[in-house]
């Protein structure tokens, strides 16, 4: 699913038709942890048109689904983390096989994220994802006061549990549900 920072950025500007599917289909369902290596493959699976006989209609080449990932990348959607796998002959940057991160996946924007486990610490607050992890899970009310707060970062702070930022977002949230008796 799409979340509105996504849905924002893919709705904007010109982008063709295949460059939002690719994005919408492929990239933003199969990421993970807003990362993803671009398999043009897959790609052009995800935008190949078929008869009703089963044979081809359409079939983009690696060419055309490097134009749509340029597109995306021009938008802000993809963002490789790498150069590029090779060039053109055009001088065109190819990236089919290059890790990329899909920014907009999250709505604080990925560098508001850590992917990093750490432990759990006095000083710790829900990321900037919270609100939305929240909601998605079905917590009813997703605001919480101090003394919620102070009790999960006590229970959690004698285990020796680690966990990245989303991870601890939905111990939290599971935490809330349980003493709200919303499970």
């Known amino acids: 699913m799409l979340n ?7 709705t904007s ?3 063709h038709l295949q460059s939002r599917t690719i994005y919408a289909v492929y990239l933003s369902t199969y990421a ?6 671009l ?3 897959t790609a052009s699976r995800c935008i190949s048109i078929l008869n009703r006989d089963g044979s081809q209609a359409y079939s983009p ?6 134009g749509y990932i340029l597109e995306l990348i021009e938008s802000g959607l993809v963002e490789p983390q790498d150069g590029p796998s090779s060039v053109l002959s055009d001088g065109t940057p190819y990236y089919n096989g290059v ?33 939305e992890q929240a909601l998605f899970s079905g917590l009813s ?17 004698t285990t020796k549990a680690v966990k990245d930022d989303a991870h601890w977002n939905l111990a939290f949230i599971s935490f809330l549900k349980r003493r709200r008796h919303e499970i």
């Open 13 to 15: 500007g010109y982008m």
């Open 141 to 157: 009310d997703i605001s919480y006061n101090l003394s919620e707060l102070n009790d999960f970062i006590s229970y959690w702070i």
């Open 99 to 131: 890790r990329c991160r899909l920014p907009a996946k999250f709505n604080g924007g990925i560098s508001d994220i850590s992917f990093r486990l750490y432990r759990m610490h006095a000083g710790w607050q829900p990321s900037v994802q919270f609100s």
């Open 61 to 66: 080449n690696a060419t055309e689904i490097n």
């Open 39 to 41: 398999d043009y493959v």
């Open 32 to 37: 993970e942890n807003g990362e993803i290596v």
């Open 4 to 10: 509105a920072r996504e849905i924002e950025k893919i």
